[in-house]
């Protein structure tokens, strides 16, 4: 072992802050984006929705609980996608081990998360939502919700060094996918015979989970399973599928 | 003179095509899918929207809900694609727009240009769906032009408006894109704007990406006469958003060489 995990770590937080410096490069609000965005997102849809949730003070924490979970996954696999390709020559050069690019981009996308859930705070705040022990269950929820993030990062990771329409179609995919998770509308108001298939979608179940826990104070144990299941599986399987392939990679690259 | 303004013209005309081609061609290297992509992708939309939110307007008596995404999601796109490219245009352009003596006009010219092309193709998945959905032509297809004309022209003096804008405040870029995705919610696109808030829907039928849903239904879909107001309401947009756009782009643009 020639490196330590506190030097990965170190590794990883460099390459992240370096990530978001060039992500606001020419911005003037910096990383104070990632409070606001949500922040904005939910005056803008609250305006929209309110109308379409039973009581209309529910929805702009709602939809900015929802908007934040789902914020981490897609911006952490859309992102950690190029990682390999993107970091090329650090990637030969060194003896990095080579899951580190992708981490790196995970772990930006979970401190973007961070600053995101100021935001939440302020609303949760302003809406009166007082806080109970369920609240805890969010961080255990956003921790599976990273694993399965990691795990279809590596997936795209290793699919984008061979076949670069994969960027292009997740993206599309992507943008496809944020209505059919409830992001906008509760799942009560899809038609019922789409309930059962969104209710095992994981990218419906992560936010949900932590809704229910703000929203109600409560949790379901189905989903806390599925939470674990899909959060650990996804993770397994990324991991494999770059272990299988990370030879090839290094010759492709 | 005239001649001369002639070839101009022509000399312009090679450059945007020039550079549209290099774009598209960058554009099909990093997919294969290409054309075939433009046609698909508003078909998806339709399919999923039509879908997932069907319950919404299940009150609503929307005929044909799916091709009123259709119609809905390309004039999105088209809106959306062609302003958000415009106002990167300058910035992206920058060694050209520094190194050369072209006009600078013709560089947000090219993108909405290349976003009304991209809009043309998705336009080419509705004949099979009128064809599906049995939705006769009528004589009001021609309407589309003038709808077309107007929206382009707002969209260009709105491009040039956001490009300027862009040069001085990059941020704009991310409070644009919030905007827009307000946008897709309030403009009628899949959710009919009679289910806003009463106090907002009158504002709401002033938004010209509404308007141009509004009149390319009308006229490709339900074959029914536009209210007169909707097309006086989306000239003035042209007329304003056509003026004002040129007036200050004009006036900031050699200003902003120097700042890029």
């Known amino acids: 072992m020639n490196y330590g995990i506190k030097q990965y770590i170190f590794v990883i937080r460099e390459l992240t802050a370096r990530e978001i410096k060039r992500k606001y490069a020419r911005s003037v609000l910096g990383i104070f984006w990632s409070v606001l965005n949500p922040l904005l997102f939910m005056i803008v849809m609250s305006l929209v929705f309110s109308g379409f949730m039973g009581r209309a003070s529910d929805f702009p924490v709602y939809y900015v609980t929802g908007f934040t979970m789902w914020s981490m996954f897609s911006t952490a696999t859309s992102t950690s996608m190029t990682a390999f390709e993107d970091n090329k020559n650090l990637f030969q050069k060194t003896k990095l081990p080579r899951e580190i690019f992708v981490l790196s981009r995970d772990y930006t996308a979970l401190v973007n998360l961070g600053f995101s859930f100021i935001a939440l705070l302020i609303v949760l705040i302003v809406f009166r939502v007082r806080p109970n022990l369920a609240f805890l269950i969010?961080?255990?929820?956003?921790?599976?919700?990273?694993?399965?993030?990691?795990?279809?990062?590596?997936?795209l990771a290793t699919i984008y060094v061979f076949y670069k329409d994969i960027k292009f179609l997740w993206r599309n995919f992507i943008?496809?996918?944020?209505?059919?998770?409830?992001?906008?509308?509760?799942?009560?108001?899809?038609?019922e015979n789409l309930h059962e298939i969104t209710r095992l979608n994981p990218m419906f179940f992560y936010p949900n989970i932590a809704r229910r826990c703000v929203l109600e104070g409560s949790f379901d144990i189905a989903e806390l399973k599925l939470m674990v299941i899909w959060g650990v599986g996804t993770f397994l399987l990324g991991l494999l599928v770059f272990k299988y392939k990370e030879n090839d990679i290094v010759k492709k690259l | 003179m005239l001649e001369g303004r002639l070839d101009n013209l022509r000399q312009y005309l090679f450059v945007i095509r020039q550079i549209s081609y290099k774009e598209n061609k960058r554009k099909i290297d990093e997919t294969n899918l290409g054309i075939v992509w433009n046609v698909l992708n508003p078909l998806l939309y339709m399919l999923i929207?039509?879908?997932?939110?069907?319950?919404?307007?299940?009150?609503?008596?929307?005929?044909?809900?799916?091709?009123?995404?259709?119609?809905?999601?390309?004039?999105m796109n088209y809106f959306s694609n062609a302003t958000k490219s415009a106002m990167r245009s300058l910035v992206s352009n920058k060694s050209l727009l520094i190194k050369t003596h072209l006009p600078t006009?013709?560089?947000?010219?090219?993108?909405?240009?290349?976003?009304?092309?991209?809009?043309?193709?998705?336009?080419?998945?509705?004949?099979?769906?009128?064809?599906?959905?049995?939705?006769?032509?009528?004589?009001r297809v021609v309407q589309i032009v003038p709808v077309l004309l107007l929206i382009s022209i707002t969209i260009f003096g709105i491009g040039e408006l956001l490009a300027i804008a862009y040069v001085y405040f990059a941020d704009i870029d991310y409070l644009y894109s919030v905007f827009m995705t307000m946008m897709l919610f309030v403009s009628g696109v899949f959710i009919p704007i009679s289910h806003m808030p009463g106090k907002l829907q009158g504002i709401l039928t002033y938004n010209p990406i509404f308007l141009a849903i509004y009149l390319t239904r009308n006229c490709l879909v339900y074959n029914l006469p536009s209210h007169w107001t909707a097309w006086v309401k989306l000239l003035m947009w042209a007329v304003l958003a056509g003026t004002l756009g040129h007036y200050v782009f004009v006036k900031n643009k050699n200003k902003i060489i120097g700042k890029i």
């Open chain 2, 105 to 139: 006009e013709i560089f947000l010219l090219q993108k909405v240009v290349m976003a009304f092309r991209e809009m043309m193709y998705s336009a080419i998945a509705l004949i099979p769906i009128m064809i599906y959905f049995k939705i006769p032509l009528s004589w």
């Open chain 1, 138 to 155: 969010i961080i255990v929820d956003v921790f599976f919700e990273m694993l399965f993030s990691i795990g279809v990062s590596f997936i």
């Open chain 2, 49 to 75: 929207l039509s879908t997932y939110y069907q319950n919404v307007v299940r009150h609503d008596n929307v005929a044909n809900f799916p091709v009123f995404v259709f119609t809905g999601i390309t004039m």
């Open chain 1, 175 to 191: 943008v496809l996918l944020v209505h059919m998770v409830a992001l906008y509308i509760p799942i009560e108001r899809y038609p």
